[in-house]
């Protein structure tokens, strides 16, 4: 068979089709959820969209690779020829057939993003089932503010002919935008432009990571958002969490008796100082016997919602009361839920638990760093809160998605995986000069490396479809295409 085939450089084919991030995303993370959820938002007949898959496969390369610095970056380095192992990813082996960036926008735009929710809760089950991934019986809620994408200050952006006489409400380039804020830092401002992600965050081997995010005005407190938070963790299949680790800005007695008593989550907080502590309770909100004796946290019964106590044998050794006290002293959480939960104030229990707090930050630093690429000046580079909660929440998708696959590097793929991945990449090698009319074979990934998987490594830009009528196919199979005559 005699096919003409569009050749590059030589110094191009050491590089095609050996990208091992790829390579494992395909093989150990299943995205099939999301044609089950969009497909059905297109109509039948006419010309075929895009395929789904094929956007969000973009936007993963979008979020991962730090050479990419926007969406019309992206579509550049995707019609670039040495490129083909990104496109063969994507299910566009052709370059002629890569997307625009504009087909993006109108991607995020008519997906919804409770159906992006459905997609990230998909991907967090999928976690969940890793062994020893995600330990989500603790988890932390805090939030960050995200700079909107604006310029100057507000104006008057309407239609008016005369904009100086009108009532029309003066806005910034993004209307959704408004002023908030932040902690004061050094060389930063204390009020800020934009939005506040507020974030459910997990541990995990590498450090926390986090789950998945609400986006907010500025002005909506953290108080209304700890509950809808929560109600979200029950929608995620195998997710189970028994404590909420969270700051001061979440402290409130009904919400946290309402988490326990309607989602069986226990919050755990500090006190203010300006916070009402109970008579039996020492200043940091310990409870004490009639002798001013510190008590000891002895459980919590669910059932009833009491936290129990009793006396240390130290102190009681010596105690005038003794014969007289019964040593175990019980408080209803239903009267006090800041004091008595299951997770009493100044007890080792919580401080255990509020170290996990001070790492949640360090989940929030990770992403602001690894967002540089994308986010000029730490601004979002979309506009208008529907649209820059979705593209947060494919950002959660897909860090999550790349510390999967590198959990399953270390526990589950021999330690040599990427190894043996670049020594296949050295073992072709090529004649000088190549022939322009080459006869062209297809070997499978098992004919070449046994049982680790390669996407296409070298063929033609147009031959692919002799063999495959559905892109697909080849980015799931990893149909290896070399050339007879100029392969040793």
Known sequence: ??????????????????????????????????????????????????????????????????EISSFRELERQLKEPKNQAWRNFIGVPSIEKVPVHSSLSHFRTKVSAELFYAILFDLIAQALKLKDFLQPMLTGIDSRPVWANVNGYKHKRCDCPDRSRCDCEKTYTDPDATCGVQRTKANQNKFFIGYRKHSIVCPSPKGPIVLFSILLPNDTTDVKVMLPLIDMMKKIEGLKV??????????????????????DVAVVTGIKKNTVIPEHCSPKGKPGCEQGHALVFDGFDRDTHTAWFRGDPVLCAACPLQGLCDKQFGYSFKENPLFHGPVPQDSMLQEQIMKFRKQVELA??????????????????????????????????????????QHIRATVLPQDHVVNIKKNEGQISF????????????????????????????GGLNILEQFCSNPWDIAQKHLFIVCRCCVV
């Open 364 to 405: 929030f630093a990770q992403e602001s760093n690894q967002l540089t690429s994308v986010m000029k000046h730490k601004k979002v580079p979309v506009r208008e809160i529907k649209r820059v909660e979705k593209w947060f929440i494919l950002r959660d998708a897909f860090r999550l998605v790349g510390r999967m696959i």
């Open 431 to 458: 004649h000088e000069p190549l022939s322009p009319i080459c006869q062209v074979r297809v070997i499978t990934k098992r004919n070449v490396t046994g049982n680790h998987s390669l996407p296409l490594a070298y």
């Open 1 to 66: 068979m005699d096919l003409q085939l569009e050749l590059l450089p030589y110094h191009y084919y050491s590089t095609l089709g050996f990208d091992a991030e790829l390579i494992d995303y395909i093989d150990h993370v299943d995205d099939s959820i999301v044609l089950e959820k969009i497909a059905p938002l297109y109509k039948n007949g006419g010309r075929p969209p895009v395929d789904p898959r094929t956007c969000f496969r973009m936007h993963y390369l979008y979020f991962t690779r730090p």
């Open 242 to 263: 028994d404590y909420v680790v969270a700051d001061l800005g979440y402290l409130d007695a009904k919400d946290q008796k309402e988490a326990l008593l309607s989602h």
